[in-house]
């Protein structure tokens, strides 16, 4: 069955939390894991802190590296980057679609566009209308899916090799030429509407965090909730629409990967007749804005109707492609991969101010940010349950982390390497990962060695920039009873 998981989207907050993993993992996996994994999925997510998985996978054993060289990428003249690894182990393709393009690049009056875009991708072109890609999709045994974030939108079909030709056409018929139906829009408007309010203000954790991260950033478009804020929501114009379509999914701002049972020269000549004769559009407009130093603490609270208190504290860290990434990703697997982990052992079990913690490091073409999740042990309160966090962070930055706890660390890590380059899916997502965000697929088969090199000492440096006061942002979420007198108020 075809089953489109829409991604909202939204922050990394959903990230590991197993509670909420029912909803829509993708792309919270996506955000919270490596850059190479999507279909990581499954290995991160149990390595989550509410999940059982203390201990590490055994180590993976050598392997040869994939070096790559049989993986081709070329640039069509119209701009669009197609990449190809042939994987002629099962008779199934795996294509995806990167658009340069989230919430990032959105601004005050079309916040959300991105993410209705993903949508809208699903409601017809010039020859597929309505339903129909879904529908085709089904009809030849395929799937799909779709998820946004701040920084790229994605689209991702797998199907029987027999099905090539057809998902080309397809995908490049609603690259060319999506349709504008104001019925739709109209329609599609109000299951935005409604999935912001399931997803963000019927949720405690989501609500917290969209007010944590526009307290984080002040100037940086990281700012915008990738669902967009309920007013741009009602108001978008047909023009907006129109607008960031031409811009944001011209061939010029999109990757194509195709991984599976094909031939460079097949996929090449399909993407030349399909995708080929599609326009290039001027570059988008450049994100200028970088966010300025934070020169002291910032709080944030929220009260309203929640079954126990949440603490989210938040800092800024490096961008995917920083010079401390690897570091920083080995910091956060120490910190909260697992019931071993560091926050996990000390909050939970030790002081016993925590239900549950987890994190998210965002990975995104900019200085972003790295957010721990507590829920907080209602008899305790949030304010023990940030001492302790505070504390033990500050324990790291202070006193590094030990051998075996890099050791450890770098173990999970390529455990979650290796297994999602097992698959033709978590191939794709890996090489798309790397070609977007960090600009080169190539990067992907450099990665162990790069984490290899990590010392403890880089490990405790990157805690200690991060792990500051001045750059900290406290958000803390506080029970309120609804009494029916407020509850009439809410619902005006
Ligand atoms: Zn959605």
Request: aromatic share 8%; glycine share 6%; hydrophobic share 40%.
């Amino acid at each position: 069955m075809t089953r489109r998981v829409d991604g909202p989207s939204h922050r990394g907050a959903l990230a590991s939390g197993a509670a909420y993993l029912a909803a829509s993992l993708l792309p919270a996996a996506l955000l919270a894991a490596p850059l190479w994994s999507a279909s990581l999925l499954s290995a991160s997510l149990l390595a989550a802190p509410t999940t059982a998985c203390a201990q590490p996978r055994p180590a993976p054993s050598p392997r040869k590296l994939p070096a790559g060289a049989d993986i081709t990428a070329r640039t069509l003249p119209n701009g669009l980057r197609v990449i190809v690894w042939p994987d002629h182990d099962i008779p199934n393709i795996a294509l995806y679609t990167w658009h340069k393009v989230g919430s990032r690049n959105e601004h005050n009056g079309i916040t959300g566009l991105s993410h209705f875009f993903e949508h809208m991708m699903f409601l017809g072109s010039k020859n597929y209308p309505s339903g129909e890609f879904d529908r085709t999709m089904e009809a030849n045994g395929g799937a799909n899916n779709a998820y946004t974030t701040q920084d790229v939108t994605v689209y991702s079909d797998w199907f029987a090799k027999s099905a090539l030709e057809l998902v080309a056409r397809m995908e490049a018929d609603r690259m060319c030429c999506l349709t504008f139906d104001s019925t739709k829009v109209r329609s599609e408007r109000e299951v935005v509407t409604s999935e912001r309010r399931t997803s963000v203000d019927n949720n405690g954790r989501e609500f917290l965090d969209e007010s944590v991260l526009a307290t984080v950033f002040e100037a940086h478009p990281y700012q915008i909730p990738t669902i967009g804020w309920p007013s741009d929501i009602e108001r978008w114009t047909m023009t907006d629409l129109k607008d960031y379509f031409r811009t944001y999914y011209a061939p010029n701002n999109a990757v194509l990967v195709v991984v599976g049972d094909v031939t460079p020269a097949e996929v090449d000549a399909l993407a030349e007749r399909y995708f080929g004769p599609i326009p290039a559009q001027p570059a988008p407009p450049a994100v200028r804005t970088i966010e300025p130093p934070q020169l002291g603490e910032r709080r944030v609270v929220v009260r309203r109707p929640a079954p126990v208190p949440l603490l989210e504290v938040a800092f800024h860290a490096g961008p995917a492609n920083g010079p401390d990434a690897e570091a920083e990703e080995l910091l956060d697997t120490i910190l909260t991969s697992g019931e071993s982990s560091r926050l996990y052992r000390r909050m939970v079990d030790g002081d016993r101010v925590a239900v549950d913690v987890d994190s998210w490091l965002q990975r995104g073409f900019d200085p972003g940010v790295y957010a721990f999740y507590v829920t907080v042990t209602p008899e305790r309160g949030a304010a023990a349950a940030e001492s302790s966090l505070v504390d033990e962070l500050g324990r790291v930055a202070r006193d590094g982390v030990t051998e075996a706890e890099l050791r450890k660390a770098k173990t999970i890590q390529l455990a979650g390497y290796w297994q999602s380059l097992e698959t033709i899916d978590g191939k794709a997502s890996a090489l798309g990962s790397y070609e977007t965000l960090r600009g080169d697929y190539r990067m992907l088969f450099s990665a162990p060695a790069r984490y290899e090199k990590v010392t403890r000492r880089m490990v405790q440096e990157a805690a200690r920039r991060i792990f500051t006061e001045r750059n900290r942002t406290v958000g803390v979420l506080l029970p309120e009873v609804q009494t029916s007198a407020s509850s009439k108020k809410a619902k005006p």
